[in-house]
């Protein structure tokens, strides 16, 4: 009996030893064992884009400055009708060109007149006709010297203003292009003075006063050329089918300096963009885009409809990068849409459908720069090299190394290596 009791002492003490031993082992193994977060390959579908902002502009427009030397006789369209290409839109005051195509038509018939006389060698008053012809050139200089004059201050006052910031660059610029009509008359009256002068001093020589007739009337027929398109051009028409936007015009007044007629072609609406070079150089006609208006929640579909052939210098506060001019023609415009709001694009650069994917965090890149990724095979880390493809804002393709369905670790630390023992999501 007392033999039993002890066998069943030692065995249990044997117990308790085996226990004691397995506690301690079973410890120190699960120091070594990492804790791990694993996913499933799956199919997932990737997409690449890139994000721009611009403004909405129309599919066309037109400008027409008004000249405020026309008085406004006639408006034939207002602010916000309908216009098609080739509609009156106003008819300009054209007494002031047609007193001047008058006086042009006679001036042209009294040269063919001269013309005739010369080569006929009838007109024995030629030298008079010559003095007169002088007196009359030196008053035109001298018109045309204080229209010069006149103008060159106005125009002095008016760049002040535009320095100011009161003028816009295109009403400077019409002055300007006001002044040098006028500085062009006054070269082409020193002309005439000039070869009045000498036809005077060589009014014998029968073959020079042909010469000089023929190109006086030639200069008579250019300024009636130009007298009669002015007068055409004073009944403005649209260039474009539209809407017009805006109109200064008023029934019998003068416009002021700066007025103008604005027409918009508004059956597309575009959005401008620029676009960095690293990302131009992906972009293709016809790409889609989502846009979305700053202030509506609507999103619109839209397509890269021109790619600007050459690239610029855009060059801010912070620096300067090349950059491409891009349009995008909107799909599905509505009353929402407005000429000059600002918007985003989401232009799609590439995309996969249903491709071997796996989160960026979970790449690692060796010192060679090979790019692998940890897989746990029965808990045990296994390194696989693989080959990347596209990559979206999260993702990115595998293209080979590791398969749909295996299990990869999505948060590898740098001290993970392989053959180490894991257990994922917090168990074996």
């Known amino acids: ?122 007109n024995s008053n030629t030298k008079v006709t010559l003095e007169n012809a002088i007196t009359q050139a030196e008053i035109n200089l001298g018109s045309a010297k204080l229209k010069h004059e006149e103008m060159a201050r106005k125009y002095e006052r008016n760049e002040k203003l535009y320095e100011s910031g009161f003028i816009s660059k295109e009403e400077l610029s019409e002055l300007n292009m006001a002044l040098k009509d006028l500085e062009n008359n006054v070269e082409n009256s020193k002309i005439v003075l000039q070869n009045s002068r000498v036809a005077l001093e060589d009014f014998l020589d029968n073959e020079n006063d042909i010469f000089r007739q023929t190109k006086q009337i030639e200069m008579a027929k250019t300024d009636l050329e130009n007298l009669n398109k002015n007068i ?22 003068f416009p002021n300096q700066g007025d103008k007629i604005v027409i918009n072609d508004l059956s597309q609406y575009k959005l401008n963009v620029k676009v960095g070079q690293y990302d131009a150089v992906h972009l293709r006609k016809n790409q889609t885009a989502t846009i979305k208006i700053k202030g509506l929640d ?29 349009e995008i023609t909107l799909d599905n415009p509505d009353e929402n849409i407005k000429v000059g709001y600002e918007a985003d694009a989401d232009i799609i650069l590439d995309e996969r459908q249903n491709t071997t994917a796996v989160g960026f965090e979970s790449i690692m890149t060796d010192e060679e720069g090979k790019r692998y990724i940890f897989v746990a095979e029965d808990n045990i880390v296994k390194k696989r090299y693989i080959q990347t493809g596209l990559e979206s804002d999260f993702d990115i393709e595998i293209v080979s190394g590791i398969k749909t369905g295996e299990t990869y670790i999505t948060n590898p630390t740098p001290e993970l290596k392989e053959g180490d023992v894991v257990y994922v999501n917090g168990g074996m």
Do not use: C, H, W
Request: glycine share 6%; proline share 1%.
């Open 1 to 122: 009996m007392k033999k039993r009791k002890k066998l069943i002492i030692v065995i249990v003490l044997v117990i308790l030893a085996v226990a004691v031993a397995g506690i301690k082992y079973a410890g120190t193994m699960k120091d070594k064992i990492k804790a791990v977060k694993a996913e499933t390959v799956t199919g997932k579908s990737l997409v690449k884009s890139i994000t721009v902002s611009g403004v909405i502009e129309p599919n066309d427009s037109q400008e027409i400055f008004l000249s405020p030397a026309q008085k406004v006789l006639q408006v034939y369209k207002n602010e916000n009708q309908e216009v098609v290409k080739g509609d009156k839109l106003i008819k300009l005051d054209t007494t002031d060109l047609e007193y001047s195509l008058r006086k042009g038509r006679i001036s042209l018939e009294l040269s063919q007149k001269e013309l005739e006389r010369i080569q006929n060698n009838e």
């Open 298 to 326: 609507k999103e619109y579909k839209g397509k890269i409809s021109k790619i600007a052939q050459t690239a610029v210098l855009d060059i801010t506060n912070t620096g300067s990068e090349t950059k491409i001019d891009v």
């Open 232 to 253: 055409a051009d004073s009944t403005v028409k649209s260039n474009i089918s539209g809407i017009i936007v805006k109109s200064d015009a008023q029934f019998d007044k």
